[in-house]
């Protein structure tokens, strides 16, 4: 009877956000940009990129930058990414190589295998015997002619301001990634001194055969530690307590800075590792759903 009414509550949490949101997005400028539109050596893998503000809210001079899970699209992000638009972010949803799932380099004795597979994909570099992406199709690359597009193509957009001297302005953003996703924030994180990362359902970096976590989460990281937030799901189908291990390790911290979160309620709370339990058939994809806008608000504001 209790989970019954549960799920009712929550049900009637999701609609009422869903139909604020529709009201609270009416000021968001939606752009749609084809890759090869930034560079003709970029190739579409999944659809446009997306590129997204709020006209009627005072910016932040922020950029979320967020990179979607397996085989995802940018565009199927919209609705999380018009909600950090209303919250006065810049955001951007990038089309790139997604279709290998990163816990193909779980099992076996290599363990730099995730490190070149997040390497190659991110940089280009062929490194990698999983993937083969190169420079111009890398995350790097993709993220920069975006960039450069948008400030030719939407000049009163504001995106001059993340990017200096032609690169991204890491300083200036967010990145945040879902499950694949997560573990490239993360990494892009290590090499650049961004403001946050933000990191759902994942990493999923984890050596099953070795029992431990990949070895580059643990490499000194260009950005402090105290700036990677996580949101994962308790009955995840890749392993809560291994995306816990990878956390802990990317964050430097020996015991679990755990916390349970419901949706709506205010977080108390100074952790960085934030957990729900919500009766769904989608564990992997909750940490997305819009009735979660509080804990993604404590994830950029929490000091």
Same mark, same amino acid.
């Given at each position: 009877?209790? +989970?019954?009414?549960?799920?009712?509550?929550?049900? !009637?949490?999701?609609?009422?956000?869903?139909?604020?949101? #529709?009201?609270?997005? %009416?000021?968001? =400028?939606?752009?749609?940009?084809?890759?090869?539109?930034?560079?003709?050596?970029?190739? %579409?893998?999944?659809?446009?990129?997306? *590129?997204?503000?709020?006209?009627?809210? &005072?910016?932040?001079?922020?950029?979320?930058?967020?990179?979607?899970?397996?085989?995802?699209?940018?565009?199927?992000?919209?609705?999380?990414?018009?909600?950090?638009?209303?919250?006065?972010?810049? *955001?951007?949803?990038?089309?790139?190589?997604?279709?290998?799932?990163?816990? +193909?380099?779980?099992?076996?004795?290599?363990?730099?295998?995730?490190?070149?597979?997040?390497?190659?994909?991110?940089?280009? &570099?062929?490194?990698? &015997?999983?993937?083969?992406?190169?420079?111009?199709?890398?995350?790097?690359?993709?993220?920069?002619?975006?960039?450069?597009?948008?400030?030719?193509?939407?000049?009163?957009?504001?995106?001059?301001?993340?990017?200096?001297?032609?690169?991204?302005?890491?300083?200036?953003?967010? /990145?945040?990634?879902?499950?694949?996703?997560?573990?490239? %924030?993360?990494?892009?994180?290590?090499?650049?001194?961004?403001?946050?990362?933000?990191?759902?359902?994942?990493?999923?970096?984890?050596?099953?055969?070795?029992? !431990?976590?990949?070895?580059?989460? *643990?490499?000194? +990281?260009?950005?402090?530690? =105290?700036?990677?937030?996580?949101?994962?799901?308790?009955?995840?189908?890749?392993? /809560?307590?291994?995306?816990?291990?990878?956390? !802990?390790?990317?964050? =430097? #911290?020996?015991?679990?800075?755990?916390?349970?979160?419901?949706?709506?309620?205010?977080?108390?709370?100074?952790?960085?590792?934030?957990?729900?339990?919500?009766?769904?058939?989608?564990?992997?994809?909750?940490?997305?759903?819009? #009735?979660?806008?509080?804990?993604?608000?404590? !994830?950029?504001?929490?000091?």
């Amino acid at each position: 009877m209790f +989970s019954h009414v549960l799920t009712r509550n929550i049900f !009637m949490v999701l609609v009422t956000l869903f139909f604020g949101s #529709i009201s609270l997005s %009416a000021h968001v =400028k939606i752009l749609h940009i084809e890759s090869g539109q930034t560079d003709s050596s970029i190739v %579409a893998v999944n659809g446009p990129n997306i *590129a997204l503000y709020d006209t009627s809210v &005072k910016s932040r001079h922020l950029l979320y930058l967020f990179l979607v899970g397996t085989g995802g699209k940018a565009t199927g992000s919209q609705t999380m990414d018009s909600i950090f638009a209303t919250m006065g972010f810049h *955001a951007i949803s990038l089309d790139y190589e997604d279709n290998v799932v990163a816990v +193909s380099c779980a099992h076996g004795l290599d363990s730099n295998s995730f490190d070149r597979y997040r390497e190659e994909i991110i940089t280009g &570099k062929p490194v990698s &015997k999983k993937v083969n992406v190169d420079s111009a199709n890398s995350i790097l690359n993709r993220l920069q002619k975006l960039l450069i597009y948008l400030i030719n193509n939407d000049p009163n957009g504001g995106w001059s301001q993340f990017v200096k001297n032609g690169k991204p302005l890491w300083s200036r953003i967010v /990145v945040a990634g879902h499950s694949q996703g997560s573990g490239h %924030a993360a990494y892009i994180a290590k090499m650049f001194k961004v403001n946050r990362v933000l990191m759902f359902s994942g990493p999923q970096d984890y050596l099953d055969d070795l029992h !431990m976590p990949a070895p580059w989460q *643990a490499r000194k +990281s260009a950005t402090p530690v =105290k700036r990677f937030y996580a949101f994962l799901n308790l009955k995840d189908p890749f392993n /809560v307590k291994h995306q816990i291990a990878n956390c !802990m390790t990317l964050m =430097k #911290i020996s015991k679990p800075d755990t916390i349970m979160v419901t949706p709506g309620e205010v977080i108390h709370s100074h952790s960085h590792i934030l957990i729900n339990n919500i009766p769904t058939k989608s564990y992997h994809g909750s940490t997305l759903f819009p #009735i979660f806008k509080n804990v993604w608000e404590y !994830m950029v504001n929490n000091k």
